[in-house]
């Protein structure tokens, strides 16, 4: 025993632990550094044109017509490619497709169409340029220019999947309705192409969308039957055309029938019921929900606290509205401005100006800031409640972000200021400067 574990104390000594050093990155090039520091894409150009050939390879003439992309500089493109292709400059497919995109965005799709066919110049086609151009089309509502570059597909090198016909499907949906994009799911299927969940995500929200739920759930069902599982999103969608055509106790029932389809709920499947009961004014069904949520340990975002706040706040019970935003804060949901908007405009109408202060209080210290008209509500009241004090502070707030103050606002502030015994002269000053302030 004692020459064992001698024997594998040494093994030990021979064979220490091996720990992973991850190698650090390599630094940028110093041209390619040059180039991002340039104050505009233009001077980057220039720079890479007088640039040495060698440094007229992928990464610099990237940099440069990402740039130009960006600012929206297209006219720029075109004679930047050509002077690369003179200079024999590889380029990648990545940078053809992410111009086509802006341009696309921009609704550029005939731009975007040159842009692809500069491709071969430089390398081959790749699935990303040629379903950046077919989103391109569908987006600028050239749905049938897409479908008619399918078939030029296998000339390109790129085979047609599931992503190139949700593009199309995506656009005949908007233009030809369920019926129309159904028979692209038909095409799809006649080419063997298998579909995704994201097909059958959009033909079922097409069809919610027109009232057609029946359609839906026997979309659904052919779902199942093709071996694609419907998720929490597929559901979602059903839910909510149950909701728009007045089923909301089918949506309930189907959010909780989700789990033995296999399926478990999520925030999208609560948040649609949320939003069906504060369609209908019901902020008692609001509050259960998101309670069920925490018991299914999910947590709610703030788009979820966000409908109950409001829910609240239309039935003007401002101060559980108040409560739900410090639970929010509690759980670990940080709330976005619109959270604190909703509040700040509910206590405006209940004329509870003082809860109103306090939240805007603290959403100036979570820096968001309310809209224009929040803020003339807000030193309105404050005026009327004899708060001059208060009033004067939401007014410079007002004024130090640039916005003006209407008629009635002043003139409550002043009534305010000059009725009060109180009120010191800083305070009166500052209503003066304020007021005669350009």
């Not at 024997?7 to 550094?33: A, I, Q, S, W």
């Not at 069906?276 to 606290?305: F, I």
Request: proline share 6%; with cysteine; aromatic share 6%.
């Amino acid at each position: 025993m004692p020459a064992t574990a001698a024997r594998l104390r040494r093994r030990g000594r021979r064979h220490k632990k091996f720990v992973y050093k991850p190698k650090p990155p390599p630094e940028p090039h110093p041209f390619l550094t040059r180039l991002k520091s340039l104050p505009s894409p233009v001077a980057a150009a220039a720079a890479l044109l007088s640039a040495p050939r060698r440094l007229h390879d992928h990464p610099f003439a990237a940099c440069v017509l990402y740039r130009l992309a960006r600012a929206r500089l297209f006219p720029l493109v075109p004679p930047l490619l050509a002077a690369l292709h003179s200079r024999g400059a590889p380029l990648r497919p990545t940078v053809f497709a992410a111009i086509v995109d802006h341009l696309g965005a921009a609704s550029r799709p005939d731009a975007a169409v040159l842009v692809f066919r500069a491709v071969p110049a430089f390398c081959s086609h790749s699935a990303a340029t040629f379903h950046s151009l077919l989103n391109s089309l569908v987006s600028n509502g050239r749905v049938d220019a897409a479908r008619d570059m399918l078939p030029l597909a296998p000339k390109l090198g790129v085979r047609l999947n599931a992503v190139s016909y949700n593009i199309i499907l995506k656009g005949a949906c908007l233009r030809d309705g369920f019926m129309g994009a159904r028979a692209v799911l038909d095409e799809m299927l006649s080419r063997g192409v298998r579909p995704t969940v994201v097909t059958f995500n959009t033909l079922v929200g097409s069809a919610c969308r027109e009232g057609e739920v029946g359609a839906a759930e026997r979309l659904i069902d052919e779902m199942v039957r093709r071996g694609v599982a419907p998720n929490a999103a597929t559901y979602a969608l059903l839910m909510q055309g149950l909701c728009d055509t007045g089923h909301y106790d089918d949506a309930k029932k189907l959010m909780f029938d989700m789990e033995y389809r296999g399926c478990q709920a999520e925030v999208v499947n609560y948040g649609v019921l949320m939003n069906s009961c504060a369609k209908r004014r019901d902020a008692d069904g609001v509050k259960l929900l998101l309670s069920a949520m925490r018991k299914r340990k999910l947590k709610p975002d703030d788009a979820s606290y966000n409908v109950l706040i409001k829910c609240l706040c239309d039935a003007g019970r401002v101060e559980e509205a108040h409560k739900a935003l410090l639970e929010m804060q509690l759980k670990g949901t940080v709330p976005g401005a619109a959270t604190y908007r909703v509040l700040v405009d509910g206590c405006c109408r209940a004329r509870d100006f003082e809860l109103g202060l306090r939240v805007f209080n603290a959403m100036l210290a979570s820096g968001h800031c309310p809209l224009a008209r929040t803020f003339r509500h807000l030193v309105r009241g404050l005026g009327e409640d004899g708060k001059a004090e208060e009033a004067c502070f939401v007014s410079e707030q007002m004024a130090r972000r640039e916005m003006c103050l209407d008629a009635d606002g002043w003139q409550a502030v002043v009534t305010c200021v000059c009725s009060s015994c109180s009120t010191k002269a800083s305070e009166i000053k500052l209503v003066n400067e304020l007021v005669l302030s350009p």
